[in-house]
């Protein structure tokens, strides 16, 4: 498994001192390309071959969200390829070595002058060493939405909101769903679904949803009335062990 040592920092703290949620993704996130870095399969390599990694799903159990100024190892592994597929698992652990967050995540490989998938090449099958999928409750990629929604602020795509590769990064797109809420409570488990791109000047309103289970499900749509992302997140008890 690929790790890397950090601490949690205040500027990535809520108002209860404890770790974001979009911060924990941006660090799960942040692990992979510091791994694709470390093995020459990063942004550079990726531009001169006209490819590049877009996700399909995140799926994020928290057991704990760690407190400001912890100490935490940040640890990925893929641990399957199917044709234009891949398949990474995420996990951060405290100073202890105990789990505080697992996660699953789908990507797709993508010809970016095309758009279209690409199967890997040699390189990345002999770089990225598949290890064991790590032990968690594996949900299924598709996010059902329930029936009858509540229609949340419109949100404009600013320069903020876009990475490398020119459209909206996965972690925004949670962050907008999130910021779409009335209410601020701890997620013991995110689960996203992407469907569609989205670009700069580009406008995301949200439909927010409650399941008969009491998860909320936030869906992304676009000015033309497309699916664009999916979020569902589901309540937990916060941090009161800690």
């Known amino acids: 498994m690929y790790t890397f040592q950090t601490r ?12 974001k949620l979009e911060a924990l993704l941006n660090y799960f996130q942040d692990c992979s390309t510091f791994q694709s870095e470390d093995i020459g399969l990063g942004l550079d390599y990726c531009r001169e071959h006209h490819v590049v990694w877009v996700m399909s799903s995140w799926q994020i159990v928290v057991k704990r ?10 640890g990925t592994l893929p641990y ?7 398949y990474r698992n995420f996990v951060m652990r405290d100073s202890q070595g105990r789990e505080l967050a697992v996660a699953n995540t789908i ?6 002058r095309t758009d279209k998938p690409v199967k890997s090449n040699e390189d990345m099958m002999a770089g990225y060493v598949l290890e064991p999928k ?21 949100v404009q795509i600013k320069k903020v909101h876009l990475d490398t590769n020119h459209h909206v990064n996965n972690g925004q797109f949670v962050k907008i769903a999130i910021d779409s809420l009335d209410e601020i409570f701890p997620v013991a488990q995110l689960r996203a679904e992407y469907k569609k791109q989205v670009m700069l000047g580009d ?4 439909h927010i949803s409650v399941t008969e289970e009491g998860k909320l499900v936030v869906v992304l749509f676009n000015a033309q009335g497309a699916v664009c992302c999916i979020v569902e997140l589901e309540k937990g008890k916060g941090n009161e062990n800690d």
């Open 8 to 19: 949690i920092r205040y500027s990535e703290t809520d108002e209860t001192g404890h770790l």
């Open 65 to 74: 969200y760690p407190s400001m100024g912890e100490n935490v190892t940040v």
């Open 80 to 86: 399957a390829f199917k044709g234009f597929v891949g």
């Open 107 to 112: 990507w797709s490989l993508l010809d970016t």
């Open 134 to 154: 790590l032990e968690m409750d594996y949900a299924p990629r598709k996010i059902s939405i329930p029936a009858g929604s509540v229609q949340g602020e419109p």
């Open 203 to 206: 406008v995301l309103t949200p």
